[in-house]
């Protein structure tokens, strides 16, 4: 028995020098999933709010911009500010699905504008 | 689902009429044979509201984050079940219960 509980100690300082981060990956996935799911509908919906605003090149770039960084502090907030309990890092949550949403706002953005001001 | 759902709904229908009142504020502006400057001042306020709405829907609908952290409360319950594989119920302990029992009923 002594033996044993010495050999337990033993393994848990050797896993505290070792320090590999343990983490859950399907919750990972989980979460990640959920912020793409937010960026993908906001930026759609940030799409069309610039296309209805007759926003063009530059300002509605700016505008997609804001929209995202109103979305990180979004997902911040509800994620409580404590990343490390949901995510790798704290710039999977500024960054993640940026770029693919930046394409569902272009096209969404040159719709609405088509509709509301050319046509 | 829920709450979320109906006022992301929602404000994806107050988008659509703030999007019809510029169409029509547009053919207004070519009656009156004037410039578009800018949306008027009920549009601005629709957007701002279905901007705040979707914003709202797109933050619950998608469900909570989950813990990545093996220490926390719920993931000790949901890692059980991944071993269940490697747990065998069907060894010679099984008789050594009943004996057990029979004992205990006596």
Same mark, same amino acid.
């Given at each position: 028995?002594?033996?044993? !509980?010495? +050999? ?8 505290? @020098? ?11 996935? +989980? +979460? ?8 993908? #509908? %906001?930026?759609?919906?940030?799409? @069309? ?31 409580? #500010?404590?990343?490390? !309990?949901?995510?790798?890092?704290? +710039?999977?949550? %500024? %960054?993640?699905? #940026?770029? !693919?949403?930046?394409?569902?706002? @272009?096209?969404?953005?040159? #719709?609405?504008?088509?509709? @509301?001001?050319?046509? | 689902?829920? $709450?979320?759902?109906? $006022? &992301?709904?929602? &404000? ?22 004037? /410039? ?9 306020? /629709?957007? $701002?509201?279905?901007? $705040?709405? =979707? ?7 998608? &469900? ?6 093996? /220490?926390?409360? /719920?993931?000790?319950?949901? =890692? ?12 010679? &302990?099984?008789?050594? =219960? ?9």
């Amino acid at each position: 028995m002594a033996g044993y !509980s010495s +050999n337990a100690s033993e393994k848990k300082s050797s896993d505290a @020098v070792d320090d590999l981060p343990i983490l859950n990956a399907e919750n990972l996935q +989980n +979460n990640l999933k959920i912020i793409y799911y937010s960026r993908t #509908f %906001l930026s759609i919906i940030g799409g @069309v709010i610039a296309g209805i605003l007759g926003f063009t090149s530059l300002t509605g770039f700016i505008f997609y911009f804001l929209v995202m960084a109103i979305t990180s502090i979004g997902l911040a907030a509800k994620a409580g #500010f404590s990343f490390h !309990s949901y995510f790798e890092s704290w +710039n999977q949550i %500024l %960054l993640d699905g #940026f770029l !693919s949403g930046l394409m569902s706002f @272009v096209l969404f953005w040159t #719709f609405a504008y088509d509709i @509301v001001h050319i046509f | 689902m829920g $709450v979320g759902f109906v $006022v &992301g709904v929602f &404000g994806v229908l107050i988008l659509a009429h703030a999007a019809y009142s510029t169409i029509q504020y547009r053919s207004l502006l070519k009656i009156m044979q004037e /410039e578009f400057a800018g949306p008027p001042f009920n549009v601005a306020i /629709e957007l $701002v509201l279905g901007l $705040v709405l =979707s914003m709202w829907a797109a933050l619950t609908v998608p &469900g909570k984050f989950l813990s990545i952290n093996p /220490e926390s409360e /719920e993931n000790r319950i949901v =890692s059980l079940p991944a071993n269940l594989d490697f747990m065998v119920f069907n060894h010679r &302990g099984k008789l050594f =219960s009943q004996q057990l029992d029979l004992k205990l009923k006596h």
